[in-house]
């Protein structure tokens, strides 16, 4: 179904965010859902705390270089906030 939309802007979140493993949840059909999401979107923002980042889950439903946009807490250290933003998307600590 989701194949037929044209969505201007998705805000997506994770139960795990990596360099490494991407965008994951636990979740099979979680994970297929939001994965079509990212197909048909315009422009993904991921949103969700600092405590995301880092983790990963079972299934990978799309890279960090899918995301034009991360928007967290300031409990994300800088550094780490950098790390991501060398994989493309802007990295919003507020």
Same mark, same amino acid.
């Given at each position: 179904?989701?194949?037929?939309?044209?969505?201007?802007?998705?805000?997506?979140?994770?139960?795990?965010?990596?360099?490494?493993?991407?965008?994951?949840?636990? %979740?099979? #059909?979680?994970? *297929?859902?939001? $994965?079509?999401?990212?197909?048909?979107?315009?422009? +993904? &923002?991921?949103?969700?705390?600092?405590?995301?980042?880092?983790?990963?889950?079972?299934?990978?439903?799309?890279?960090?270089?899918?995301?034009?946009?991360?928007?967290? %807490?300031? #409990?994300?250290? *800088?550094?780490? $906030?950098?790390?991501?933003?060398?994989?493309?998307? +802007? &990295?919003?600590?507020?």
């Amino acid at each position: 179904m989701l194949a037929g939309f044209v969505i201007d802007l998705a805000f997506i979140g994770a139960n795990g965010i990596s360099r490494e493993h991407g965008l994951t949840t636990p %979740d099979p #059909a979680v994970a *297929a859902v939001k $994965a079509q999401v990212i197909v048909v979107a315009r422009r +993904v &923002v991921f949103v969700g705390v600092h405590t995301k980042f880092g983790g990963s889950n079972f299934c990978r439903f799309g890279d960090v270089s899918d995301l034009e946009t991360i928007v967290t %807490d300031s #409990a994300l250290p *800088a550094s780490e $906030a950098h790390r991501y933003s060398l994989l493309g998307p +802007v &990295v919003l600590r507020v």
